[in-house]
């Protein structure tokens, strides 16, 4: 079915260190991107957006960078957890189409102490 | 605010038999969205319903299907049931501000499907 990419499906980092998970997208269309995190037996978890006329937006310890001349996206994290642990999605939303957000395969994240 | 609630959590049926899924949004959001989640497929899109009116279909075959009610809850049925229906399937709610493709989606714990 309809999905975007991902580059890496598992990302093992040291607790203190910066983690970096990136996301391709399939439609030049799209105007909004979010990142959500899913842990175990959760539903995802909202944790950043950014609409198409931004390429960068900051959160707390979370920065999205959107570049759409290549469609990529990707969530930064500063100074990662254990509790960042968790399964990441890149999730894109065509104006056209509502409310349908098209989620790529995800990421697991891995946060060694 | 409470957030998204579904029920029930865990569901065990046999082939061929129906379900229905129920799923309360955040109190003021008026769309309701959802999602099947599997290993192999990962999240895909069902359908949304807004003002109790299907405005956005996935590609799911006629077995499933849902709807709203005037306070905004949602449910969705699957009928004829089978092995790969079984699947984690969530639930989420936003505001409608007017511009449906920038609404953010909040999601719900999901109902855990098992078909034998």
């Known amino acids: 079915g309809e999905s975007v990419g991902l580059h890496l499906p598992t990302l093992s980092v040291q607790e203190g260190d910066n983690s970096i998970i990136n996301c391709a997208y399939s439609?030049?269309?799209?105007?909004?991107f979010i990142w959500y995190k899913q842990e175990s037996g959760k539903g995802p978890q909202f944790i950043i957006d950014i609409r198409s006329n931004m390429d960068k937006r900051q959160g707390q310890r979370v920065t999205v960078l959107l570049n759409k001349t290549v469609k990529h996206l990707s969530l930064q994290i500063a100074a990662t957890q254990p509790g960042d642990s968790a399964v990441y999605f890149c999730?894109?939303?065509?104006?056209?189409?509502?409310?349908?957000?098209?989620f790529g395969q995800g990421t697991e994240l891995s946060v060694k102490p | 605010k409470a957030g998204v609630t579904q029920t029930p959590r865990y569901l065990i049926k046999t082939r061929g038999q129906q379900v229905t899924l129920s799923c309360s949004p955040i109190?003021?959001?008026?769309?309701v969205s959802w999602y099947q989640q599997t290993p192999g497929q990962g999240l895909q899109f069902l359908f949304e319903y807004f003002s109790e009116t299907q405005r956005n279909k996935g590609n799911f075959p006629g077995r499933f299907s849902g709807r709203q009610f005037s306070n905004s809850r949602s449910e969705m049925n699957v009928s004829t049931l089978e092995l790969g229906d079984s699947a984690l399937y969530l639930c989420?709610?936003?505001?409608?501000?007017?511009?449906?493709?920038?609404?953010?989606?909040?999601f719900g714990p999901g109902t855990r499907l098992t078909v034998l």
């Open positions: 989420a709610s936003s505001l409608v501000t007017g511009r449906p493709s920038t609404d953010t989606q909040y």
């Open positions: 109190s003021g959001h008026r769309s």
């Open positions: 439609n030049s269309a799209s105007d909004y």
């Open positions: 999730a894109e939303n065509s104006g056209n189409q509502g409310g349908k957000l098209i």
